[in-house]
C-alpha cells in the first residue's frame, strides 16, 4: 500500500476526484430510478439526474487542470497516463451514456424495439469511449498537436447538451403539433408519445463514430477555440445548476422561465460544440500556419 502511494502525484489525486464524481454520477441515476412504479415522467426524479450531470461537468473540469497540475507541481507521473484512461472511461463514457439510457429508456412503457435500439446505441458509446482513450494513450508518444477524432469529454459536452436539450424541449412551450411523433411500434399503443427522443439514437452514433474517426480537432489549449471551449463548459454548468436549483424546489415561481434559460444556455453549448467538430481540420490548419509563422 505504501509503495502504491509513493508512486502517486498530485495530478494523480485530482485525477482520482475525477474518477470518483463519475461514479457519484452513476450513483445519482441509480437513485433517480428508484421508483419506476409510477408513470415514467412521474418515476424519474429530476433531481438526481441533473445533480448526476453535474458530476460529470465537474469531473470535466477537473480532467483540464489535472495535465498542468501533473506538469506543474508532480514529480512523480508514474500512475498518471492509466488513471487518466480508467477515469475519463469511467465519467466521460459509461457515466453519460447510463444518463442517456435512463432517461430515453421511457422504463415500462417503451417496447423491446426501442430499448434494444437505444441500449445498443448506449453501448456503442461506452466502446467507442474505450477505444478513444486507448488510442489517445498510443498517440501520446508521437506528441501530435491534434487529437485524431473527437475526445471523450468534448463528446460528453456534446452529448450531454443534445440530452439536455430533448428532455426540456417540452417545457420551452412548443406545441404537441410540432414536437410529437407517432411510433406505436417503439412505444405501444396508448402511451403518450414522445417529443424529440428519436434524436437521441443517431447523436450516440454519430457522436461514438467521431470518437474513433481520423478527424483532425484542436486540442483547445490556446486562442479562439481554448475561449470558445470555455464558453460551451461555461453554459452548460451554469444550465445545470439552474435546472438543479429549480428541481430542489428553490425557484418555485420560474417553471417557464428556468426551462426557456436554460433552453438557450444548453443550445449554446450545442452549437458550439458542432462548430468545433465541422471546423476542426480548419482550425487545426490555422493553428499550424499561425505557428509555422512564428517560428
Same mark, same amino acid.
Given at each position: 500500500?505504501?509503495?502504491?502511494?509513493?508512486?502517486?502525484?498530485? @495530478?494523480?489525486?485530482?485525477?482520482?476526484?475525477?474518477?470518483? $464524481?463519475?461514479?457519484?454520477?452513476?450513483?445519482?441515476?441509480?437513485?433517480?430510478?428508484?421508483? +419506476?412504479?409510477?408513470?415514467?415522467?412521474?418515476?424519474?426524479?429530476?433531481?438526481?439526474?441533473?445533480?448526476?450531470?453535474?458530476?460529470?461537468?465537474?469531473?470535466?473540469?477537473?480532467?483540464?487542470?489535472?495535465?498542468?497540475?501533473?506538469?506543474?507541481?508532480?514529480?512523480?507521473?508514474?500512475?498518471?497516463?492509466? +488513471?487518466?484512461?480508467?477515469?475519463?472511461?469511467?465519467?466521460?463514457?459509461?457515466?453519460?451514456?447510463? $444518463?442517456?439510457?435512463?432517461?430515453?429508456?421511457?422504463?415500462?412503457? @417503451?417496447?423491446?424495439?426501442?430499448? $434494444?435500439? $437505444?441500449?445498443?446505441?448506449?453501448?456503442?458509446? =461506452? *466502446?467507442?469511449?474505450?477505444?478513444?482513450?486507448?488510442?489517445?494513450?498510443?498517440?501520446?508518444?508521437?506528441?501530435?498537436?491534434?487529437?485524431?477524432?473527437?475526445?471523450?469529454?468534448?463528446?460528453?459536452?456534446?452529448?450531454?447538451?443534445?440530452?439536455?436539450?430533448?428532455?426540456?424541449?417540452?417545457?420551452?412551450?412548443?406545441?404537441?403539433?410540432?414536437?410529437?411523433?407517432?411510433?406505436?411500434?417503439?412505444?405501444?399503443?396508448?402511451?403518450?408519445?414522445?417529443?424529440?427522443?428519436?434524436?437521441?439514437?443517431?447523436?450516440?452514433?454519430?457522436?461514438?463514430?467521431?470518437?474513433?474517426?481520423?478527424?483532425?480537432?484542436?486540442? *483547445?489549449?490556446?486562442?479562439?477555440?481554448?475561449?470558445?471551449?470555455? *464558453?460551451?463548459?461555461?453554459?452548460?454548468? @451554469?444550465?445545470?445548476? =439552474?435546472?438543479?436549483?429549480?428541481?430542489?424546489?428553490?425557484?418555485?415561481?420560474?417553471?417557464?422561465? @428556468?426551462?426557456?434559460?436554460?433552453?438557450?444556455?444548453?443550445?449554446?453549448?450545442?452549437?458550439?460544440? +458542432? *462548430?468545433?467538430?465541422?471546423?476542426?481540420?480548419?482550425?487545426?490548419?490555422?493553428?499550424?500556419?499561425?505557428?509555422?509563422?512564428?517560428?
Amino acid at each position: 500500500m505504501r509503495t502504491t502511494y509513493r508512486m502517486m502525484g498530485l @495530478a494523480d489525486y485530482i485525477t482520482l476526484a475525477n474518477g470518483l $464524481l463519475g461514479a457519484g454520477a452513476i450513483f445519482f441515476i441509480i437513485m433517480a430510478v428508484s421508483d +419506476l412504479q409510477q408513470p415514467y415522467q412521474d418515476g424519474i426524479k429530476s433531481q438526481y439526474i441533473w445533480a448526476a450531470q453535474l458530476c460529470i461537468i465537474l469531473s470535466m473540469i477537473g480532467d483540464v487542470i489535472d495535465g498542468p497540475v501533473a506538469r506543474r507541481y508532480s514529480k512523480r507521473r508514474l500512475l498518471g497516463g492509466s +488513471l487518466d484512461i480508467m477515469s475519463d472511461c469511467v465519467s466521460f463514457g459509461l457515466a453519460p451514456a447510463m $444518463l442517456i439510457f435512463v432517461l430515453y429508456g421511457r422504463m415500462g412503457e @417503451a417496447t423491446p424495439l426501442w430499448t $434494444l435500439f $437505444l441500449a445498443t446505441a448506449c453501448c456503442w458509446v =461506452i *466502446v467507442t469511449a474505450m477505444l478513444r482513450l486507448a488510442r489517445f494513450d498510443y498517440d501520446k508518444g508521437s506528441d501530435y498537436p491534434w487529437f485524431f477524432g473527437l475526445s471523450s469529454p468534448a463528446n460528453a459536452v456534446f452529448l450531454l447538451s443534445l440530452s439536455s436539450l430533448i428532455w426540456l424541449q417540452p417545457s420551452t412551450g412548443i406545441g404537441p403539433g410540432l414536437s410529437t411523433w407517432d411510433c406505436d411500434l417503439c412505444f405501444g399503443q396508448g402511451v403518450e408519445k414522445p417529443w424529440f427522443d428519436f434524436l437521441i439514437i443517431p447523436g450516440l452514433f454519430i457522436s461514438g463514430g467521431l470518437m474513433i474517426s481520423d478527424r483532425k480537432l484542436s486540442k *483547445v489549449k490556446r486562442g479562439m477555440p481554448m475561449w470558445l471551449s470555455v *464558453v460551451a463548459m461555461s453554459t452548460l454548468l @451554469a444550465g445545470t445548476i =439552474i435546472q438543479l436549483r429549480y428541481t430542489l424546489g428553490e425557484f418555485p415561481k420560474l417553471d417557464e422561465a @428556468a426551462g426557456i434559460s436554460t433552453f438557450v444556455l444548453f443550445s449554446t453549448t450545442l452549437i458550439l460544440c +458542432l *462548430v468545433y467538430i465541422i471546423a476542426g481540420p480548419t482550425i487545426v490548419e490555422f493553428e499550424n500556419d499561425t505557428t509555422n509563422e512564428g517560428d
